[in-house]
């Protein structure tokens, strides 16, 4: 059964600092996604990585993937205020998505 | 079109009610879901369709009853439920698994409270 491992839980950021989510899965996982949530809203997808050593990048925002390692990893450049949102990966069991716990990141002026 | 839509958007609902969440997609998605969302928690998966036929049912309590009426079209309709169903219910539609891409995008949900 897949399992899916997200730290940290909670991450308060200062504006214009560097922080990176982690995401560790427990078995195979042919694709890792990333999903955004803002409060009392629905998720929106971020990126989808299929294969090892995949990397993605939108804005501030840089996605990678390492099947070896079972590990993705969410970095986020120089934190600004509009990326205050709960983050969600996710991995894929057939047709299920398994989410792990989700990480509320506050940006702080 | 690359939008899910749900309605209502809001629903406040008595234990021996009947309603219906309904859920639209014109993307040529095969694959619809729905999912229940607390507070604070990731969305847990209730039913998978996959090309109109019910492929998982995650031992949903039968007061819950999804329908697939065409390739576009995904209900759930409720009958006796209980306070603690009260939660945000998200629908999805996805390609189908043998895709490349298929990821899920998902609808604007419908927020349910059960008095």
């Known amino acids: 059964e897949l399992k899916v491992e997200q730290n940290p839980l909670f991450l308060s950021m200062q504006e214009g600092k560097n922080y990176t989510i982690y995401c560790n899965y427990s078995t195979t996982s042919d694709r890792l996604y990333w999903y955004r949530q803002d409060p009392g809203k629905s998720l929106e997808s971020l990126f989808v990585?299929?294969?090892?050593?995949a990397v993605k990048q939108e804005g501030r925002l840089m996605a990678s993937l390492d099947t070896k390692a079972r590990l993705s990893t969410l970095h986020i450049t120089a934190a600004v205020h509009d990326l205050s949102a709960t983050y969600f990966c996710a991995g894929r069991n057939g047709n299920k998505l398994v989410f792990g716990a989700g990480t509320i990141l506050r940006v702080k002026s | 079109d690359t939008e899910v839509t749900q309605t209502p958007k809001h629903l406040v609902m008595g234990m021996t009610n009947k309603k219906s969440l309904k859920c639209e997609q014109h993307m040529g998605h095969r694959a619809m879901y729905w999912y229940k969302q607390k507070a604070k928690k990731p969305p847990e998966l209730m039913f998978v369709?996959?090309?109109?036929?019910?492929?998982i049912n995650e031992s949903v309590p039968s007061r819950f009853s999804p329908e697939c009426p065409n390739s576009s079209l995904l209900n759930l309709h409720l009958h006796a439920l209980q306070p603690e169903d009260s939660a945000l219910y998200l629908c999805?539609?996805?390609?189908?698994?043998?895709?490349?891409?298929?990821?899920?995008?998902f609808g604007p949900g419908t927020r349910l409270t059960v008095l």
């Open positions: 999805a539609s996805s390609q189908p698994l043998a895709w490349t891409y298929n990821e899920q995008f």
């Open positions: 990585l299929l294969s090892n050593g």
């Open positions: 369709y996959s090309y109109e036929k019910l492929s």
